[in-house]
Nanobody, 122 residues
Framework: QVQLVESGGGLVQAGGSLRLSCAAS????????MGWFRQAPGKEREFVAAISWSGTSTRYADSVKGRFTISRDNAKNTVYLQMDSLRPEDTAVYYCAAALSVVVPTRGYDYWGQGTQVTVSS
């Protein structure tokens, strides 16, 4: 069982940056691939980024590639999403998720956080 709590969301102007954090409970955090997803009003939840259990492999949605960076600190049971060059279309609730997987999945996650709101003004 893994419990996830996101933080770091907020209001930022276009072109600005935010860093999201996701703190995980449980002693097996390092066994899980971790992902970030987002859901904008009226839209389906979509994959943003994911990182392998070791941190050596990452995947990104095309819409955020080159602007967002996912990382993790297994000693702190935390995964991060550094978001730079933010755009109004990045506005959404951002969710952290965990998957017991040896690959870097874009779907099929087992555990989810409650989400944190990110709003980018133009």
């Amino acid at each position: 069982q893994v419990q996830l709590v996101e933080s770091g969301g907020g209001l930022v102007q276009a072109g600005g940056s935010l860093r999201l954090s996701c703190a995980a409970s449980g002693r097996t955090f390092s066994s899980y691939a971790m992902g970030w997803f987002r859901q904008a009003p009226g839209k389906e939840r979509e994959f943003v980024a994911a990182i392998s259990w070791s941190g050596t492999s990452t995947r990104y949605a095309d819409s955020v590639k080159g602007r967002f960076t996912i990382s993790r600190d297994n000693a702190k049971n935390t995964v991060y999403l550094q978001m730079d060059s933010l755009r109004p279309e990045d506005t959404a609730v951002y969710y952290c998720a965990a998957a017991l997987s040896v690959v870097v999945p874009t779907r099929g996650y087992d555990y989810w956080g409650q989400g944190t709101q990110v709003t980018v003004s133009s």
